[in-house]
Structures are given as C-alpha cells and as structure tokens.
C-alpha cells in the first residue's frame, strides 16, 4: 500500500472507476488517477463533459463508490461521508419551506449542533457571502446567483477544512459568475478552506485554481497539471493579463490534442 505524502489533505492513489450498464457493458469513468491536494490549496479540474469530473468529486465526498485504488482525506482511508468535507453542487437544492438562515442550518442540525452556536456561525457565514439582510427571507424570493451562496455557507456551517465543488457557478449569468469567483477567493483566503472545485470554463479554472488539473474525454485520466503562478490576491484585471491568456491557451491546446474539443 503506498502511504500518501503526509502533508496532503486529499490523495488519490490509482483511482479507477467503472460503471456497470443494464445492457451488461459498462462505462469506465475514471482511470488511474494520482492526485495529492494540500492543505489550503484551490485546486480547480477542468475537461470535458462525461470525462468523469462529477464522478471524481462524488468519490471524494464518499457518496460514489470507489472502483479500485485508494482516497486518503486527511490521513485516513476514505470510507463514506467525511465530517470535514462540505460540498456544493451545480443546483443548491434549497428547502422552500425553511427561510435562508433555516436552510444554512440545515447540516448543523443533522449533527445536532446546539443551534445558538451554529446559528452565530450561520450569520456570520450569510454575511461573508453578501447575505447578511436576507436571512429571514425564502428560497424564492432569492435570484439564482443568491440561492447558490446560500448553498455555500450551508457548505461551510459545519466548518469543513475541505470544500467540494462541482459547477457551482454553471448556471449564472457571466456577470454574477464574476463576482462570485471573486467572493469565493476572498471567502478562501478568510477561512483558509481546501477547495477542489470542477468547472467546464478554463478562464474559471485559471483565474480560481492555484493549481488546475486537465482531465482527458472518457475514460477521464489526468492529462496534465498547471501551477498557476498568477499574483495574489486575484483580482479581475489579471484576466486581460498575457500570462493568463498563455495559461488559457495551453490548457486549450491540451484538450484539443486529446480530442476534448471534438
Ligand atoms: N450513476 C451512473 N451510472 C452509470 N454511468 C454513470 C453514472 N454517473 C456517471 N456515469 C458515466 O460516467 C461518465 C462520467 O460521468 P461524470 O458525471 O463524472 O462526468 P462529468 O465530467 O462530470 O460530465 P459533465 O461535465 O457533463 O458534468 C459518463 O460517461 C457518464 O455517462
Ligand atoms: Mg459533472
């Protein structure tokens, strides 16, 4: 068994995914994956769609089931949901019946954390994301873009040192999908959270990921990872940058050469 690097708070050792089909063939969605994430890393994947990005991410949160090789979250074998992990997904899948303050709680009291602390913590949270005066309104008297932070700091009430994404910001407006990348850099760098967060746009992937992992079509293998070395903090200007550009135009490249953009 080969142990991951101490320091990392996620490892993918050899990981390899197949799922069966009804016809009795079956679809192999992840092959052979090694990644090491490290603590208070934003990790951004990038590929294209069916390449296996949700499947990856849905292992790591312990609600797929691994095919063969290993996960490590913070130095033990995965097994099932982790209490240090929080994920959002492309819908935040709010409850309508529960204001926004109700639903961010929605996590803390599956744990049953005593609500006045976990109420405290969900303000605080609301604010963070811009939120602050619609606690006690309802999913849908809510835009898209302000359901989906509610869906983040219900993602982060139980303060999970690891934070899953996957398309969060997918079904926004370009504009809002701005603005929101840049509340997430800021949210990150406040509480220092592990991000690994998928995307089908590889500006996203640049302008959020210190490092961002290119996946191949299926079978999604790992084709190649950039260090983004871009100035922090990020702001919007560094995407008229020509470094940023060359980041962009090398991971086009690479999609394009494995057939990603067919
Ligand atoms: N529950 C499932 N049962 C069978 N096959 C599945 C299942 N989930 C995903 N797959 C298959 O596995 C492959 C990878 O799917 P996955 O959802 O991980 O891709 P993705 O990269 O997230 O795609 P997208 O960008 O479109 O969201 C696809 O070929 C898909 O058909
Ligand atoms: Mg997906």
């Known amino acids: 068994m080969t142990h ?3 320091a990392a708070v996620v490892s993918f ?12 063939g079956g679809t192999v969605a992840l092959q052979d994956i090694h990644l090491d994430v490290a603590p208070g890393e934003f990790v951004t994947v990038v ?3 069916g390449c296996g990005k949700s499947t990856l991410l849905r292992i790591l949160a312990g609600i797929e089931r691994l095919g063969e090789g290993e996960v490590w979250v913070e130095g033990a074998r995965s097994a099932g949901p982790h209490p240090s992990i929080g994920v959002v997904f492309q819908a935040p899948v709010l409850l309508p019946w529960r204001n926004v303050l109700d639903n961010v709680l929605v996590p803390a009291d599956i744990r049953r954390t005593p609500r006045a602390r976990a109420r405290q913590r969900a303000l605080e949270l609301l604010d963070m994301v811009g939120l602050a005066d619609f606690a006690t309104r309802y999913p849908a008297e809510l835009s898209g873009g302000m359901q989906q932070r509610v869906g983040i700091a219900r993602a982060l ?6 934070l899953l994404m996957d398309e969060p910001f997918g079904a926004l407006d370009a504009m ?7 509340q997430l850099l800021a949210l990150q760098a406040r509480l220092g959270t592990t991000v690994m967060l998928v995307t089908h746009s590889i500006p996203e992937a640049v302008f959020l990921g210190r490092r961002v992992v290119v996946m191949t079509p299926r079978p999604g293998r790992i084709t190649r990872v950039y260090d983004v070395a871009l100035d922090a903090p990020r702001d919007l200007s560094v995407i008229n940058t020509p470094r940023f550009g060359d980041y962009v135009a090398a991971i086009r490249a690479d999609l394009q050469a494995s057939g990603g953009l067919d």
């Open 4 to 6: 991951p690097t101490a």
């Open 13 to 24: 050792r050899g990981v390899h995914k197949r799922y069966a089909s009804h016809d009795g």
């Open 157 to 162: 009430i139980n303060s999970p040192s690891l």
């Open 176 to 182: 809002t999908r701005e603005h929101m990348n840049l």
């Open 47 to 49: 590929g294209p769609s």
